[in-house]
């Protein structure tokens, strides 16, 4: 089946940092969303991208549709240590009755 | 609202023993999806289903049957449990087109030895 492809897979970061993260695709991609997953919880949905090129922000969070439809990118500003899960991007196919997840980028953030 | 709640949270089963797992939404949603979770792999498909009544396989459903029999139900069952099939289950509900939001219940931790 399709692949999400996220880079990097894990990352240890000083709190305050900024952290970029990303996801590519073989295949075009309508929507891109991006999930954040807390230790021992279920996935919880950040941001919803519609448009190539689309830039949205949810606090600290900012996410990218990239204009290929290929690929999308998640920055967070001025980390803290809250920052701390593992963050999916995912994509719908089959007429979105269906979603690919990434294999998560687990982020670690010290005090 | 409870939204989305998972039963058992922990379960260790033997090599060929049966299971159901119970995936229950309060918010009415029509959509709801069983996913397995192995580290490094994401989120793959199980099962999914479109409304009451009706269900799909997604990428992995080798292994797994389920049922929608009401519309805020979705039970995953395994017939003959495999090593393979340790894993951390996780079912999700979601309004319908054209929203794609997600709702996660807390997972499933099953070990099969």
């Known amino acids: 089946g399709q692949q999400l492809n996220q880079s990097p897979q894990s990352m240890f970061i000083q709190e305050g940092e900024d952290v970029s993260m990303n996801c590519t695709s073989s295949?075009?991609?309508?929507?891109w969303l991006w999930y954040k997953q807390d230790p021992g919880e279920g996935p919880v949905l950040l941001i919803a991208?519609?448009?190539?090129?689309e830039l949205t922000s949810n606090g600290r969070l900012t996410a990218q549709f990239g204009i290929t439809r290929k690929d999308s990118f998640l920055n967070i500003s001025a980390s803290i240590p809250s920052d701390v899960g593992i963050y999916f991007c995912a994509g719908p196919y089959d007429n979105f009755n269906k979603f690919y997840f990434g294999s998560g980028t687990k982020l670690n953030v010290k005090p | 609202n409870a939204g989305v709640t998972q039963t058992p949270k922990f379960r260790v089963l033997k090599t060929g023993q049966s299971m159901t797992l119970l995936c229950a939404q309060d918010m009415n949603h029509e959509y709801m999806y069983w996913y397995r979770q192995d580290p490094g792999m994401g989120l793959r498909l199980i099962h999914y289903s479109v409304g009451e009544g009706t269900t799909a396989k997604g990428e992995v459903p080798d292994g797994y049957n389920v049922s929608r029999l009401k519309k805020q139900n979705f039970l995953l069952g395994l017939e003959s449990a495999a090593p393979s099939q340790t894993s951390v289950y996780f079912c999700?509900?979601?309004?319908?087109?054209?929203?794609?939001?997600?709702?996660f219940g807390p997972g499933t931790r099953l070990t099969v030895l």
């Open positions: 999700a509900s979601r309004v319908g087109f054209p929203y794609n939001e997600q709702f």
């Open positions: 295949s075009i991609f309508n929507t």
């Open positions: 991208l519609y448009k190539a090129g």
